[in-house]
Nanobody, 125 residues
Framework: VQLQASGGGLVQSGGSRRLSCAAS????????MGWFRQAPGKDRECVAA????????YYADSVKGRFTISRDNAKNAVYLQMNSLKPEDTAVYLC???????????????????WGQGTQVTVSS
């Protein structure tokens, strides 16, 4: 599966942004999906993940209550709605699909086999 993230840009602190991840090559409904971010000098971290059906989600503590992950399997897409953005949310955001055999939603990088190219989100103070 090929993944393409979009929707990044420059946003003021307190603002909102919606990221999209479009898939091609295979139905996204076969995969649990995750949104990760990587800031300069920091490790890549999972900010949100969602199960194949959308019935289970995971959020990092740092974004809980501000970010919402969702998916539309009919459109082969996954979204990340980001509200109340903070300067510390500045990073490259990447979407990823886990291995088809995965049973549970995971926040672990090594569980994800397919990665998009990333989209930059910059939050100004």
């Amino acid at each position: 599966v090929q993944l393409q993230a979009s929707g990044g840009g420059l946003v003021q602190s307190g603002g909102s942004r919606r990221l999209s991840c479009a898939a091609s090559g295979r139905a996204l409904s076969s995969y649990n999906m995750g949104w990760f971010r990587q800031a300069p000098g920091k490790d890549r971290e999972c900010v949100a993940a969602i199960s194949r059906s959308g019935g289970m989600t995971y959020y990092a503590d740092s974004v809980k209550g501000r970010f919402t992950i969702s998916r539309d399997n009919a459109k082969n897409a996954v979204y990340l709605q980001m509200n109340s953005l903070k300067p510390e949310d500045t990073a490259v955001y990447l979407c990823a699909a886990d291995r088809p055999s995965a049973v549970v939603v995971s926040r672990m990088i090594y569980e994800y086999d397919y990665w998009g190219q990333g989209t930059q989100v910059t939050v100004s103070s």
